[in-house]
């Protein structure tokens, strides 16, 4: 309300505004605790004692539209393989990773999210590989299009799936270099968006990398190409499973602090988030989910772009485990986290539970 205030009016009229709306709200406050609007009045109990009411005063909604599968895809052809850390999910060739994104688009999710499983000899110092116009990547991108033109495509854009080394970016003494880096993920990001990927999504965390990213789609007329960034991207162990799912786990070098964030900051992610938006990108993200809610929450309030969050693979792991131990029930449990992050703020979430949770909402 005084948001629009603000844009349109003079100071004293903001100010008046302000006050107008933080009153309001302080006579609301006074009204639902003045002595009429207490127990017994009031029994917040009422409007949750059975389930139509429940579903009528519900604040927060998830729907199949709020999610999208991330997939791992592998060389060669009829290859399904289970990632032993990620249960219920696989890597899969590419002619099967066609069929399984016509269940996940007749299931109603709107967008997968691509990871390459990238041979060990295709691998060097700079992932070389990330920028060849006829990688895994670009192959699955045009044929996922060719057979499904309305399920939309998100592409990583970073180098550890590519490199000897595990990180994302080129490596001198130790040190991921940022500017050198940048110009070879503009490079990977064009590839992939010469195949037909719907949004780029740089997972690098490299600084200046969208600005870079957005002028090179520009200029090149890709004028519709979105950007999500993994703008507010934290070094986190939760990544685990996603690092043996893509084979990098093994070959990863040190850790990745030098460029992911702390996990102790709030206001750097806000900087991040700005920064990203302010150099071209379309929606932002908020990596890894549950332990950040509250930077989800904060994002939430700070900007007005569509924010998403990734529920990463340790956290969709650990769920998996517990529930295989009979620890905890998986379905409420992963309904119960989706839903938090809608409520968070999220307007969708990168989720290995995204068929999962489509079945459920569809009571299949
Ligand atoms: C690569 C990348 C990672 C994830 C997505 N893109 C791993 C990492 O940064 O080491 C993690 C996703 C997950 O854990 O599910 N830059």
């Not at 854009?157 to 110009?183: C, F, K, Q, S, W």
Request: aromatic share 8%; with cysteine.
């Amino acid at each position: 309300m005084f948001a629009c205030s603000f844009m349109r009016d003079s100071k004293k009229e903001f100010k008046a505004s302000l006050y107008s709306y933080f009153f309001s709200r302080y006579k609301t406050l006074m009204n639902e605790t003045s002595p009429n609007h207490i127990f017994p009045n009031t029994r917040l109990r009422r409007t949750r004692s059975a389930g139509w009411i429940r579903n009528m005063v519900r604040e927060t909604n998830l729907a199949p539209n709020d999610l999208i599968s991330p997939l791992f895809v592998l060389e060669g052809a009829g290859r399904e393989e289970e990632v032993e850390s990620l249960p219920g999910v696989a890597r899969r060739s590419i002619d099967l990773t066609i069929e399984h994104c016509k269940e996940i688009r007749d299931l109603g999710i709107p967008a997968v999210a691509l990871f390459p499983v990238v041979e060990a000899d295709k691998k060097d110092k700079t992932g070389s590989e990330s920028r060849n116009q006829d990688n895994l990547m670009c192959r699955a991108i045009s044929a996922i299009k060719a057979a499904l033109p309305d399920l939309g495509i998100i592409t990583d854009v970073a180098l550890d799936p590519y490199t000897t080394h595990g990180h994302d970016g080129v490596m001198r003494d130790d040190y991921i270099v940022n500017d050198e880096t940048v110009a070879l993920l503009v490079k990977q990001a064009m590839v992939q968006a010469q195949a037909g990927a719907d949004i780029i999504a740089p997972s690098d965390m490299m600084d200046g990398r969208v600005a870079a990213i957005r002028k090179a789609l520009e200029e090149n007329k890709f004028y519709n190409t979105m950007i999500l960034s993994y703008a507010a991207k934290y070094a986190s162990g939760f990544y685990g499973p996603f690092r043996d799912a893509v084979g990098s786990a093994d070959t990863l070098q040190g850790n990745k602090k030098s460029y992911q964030m702390d996990p102790a900051n709030t206001d750097e992610a806000m900087r991040e988030i700005a920064l990203d938006i302010a150099e071209g990108a379309d929606m932002v993200m908020v990596k890894p989910g549950g332990p950040y809610m509250d930077i989800i929450a904060r994002a939430k309030t700070s900007f007005n772009v569509p924010l998403f969050a990734y529920h990463v693979s340790g956290e969709y792991a650990g769920l998996k485990a517990a529930a295989a131990n009979e620890w905890l029930d998986y379905d409420i449990c992963l309904a119960e986290t989706l839903l938090g992050f809608k409520r968070a703020g999220c307007a969708g979430i990168l989720t290995y539970g995204a068929m999962d949770m489509a079945r459920l909402l569809q009571g299949q």
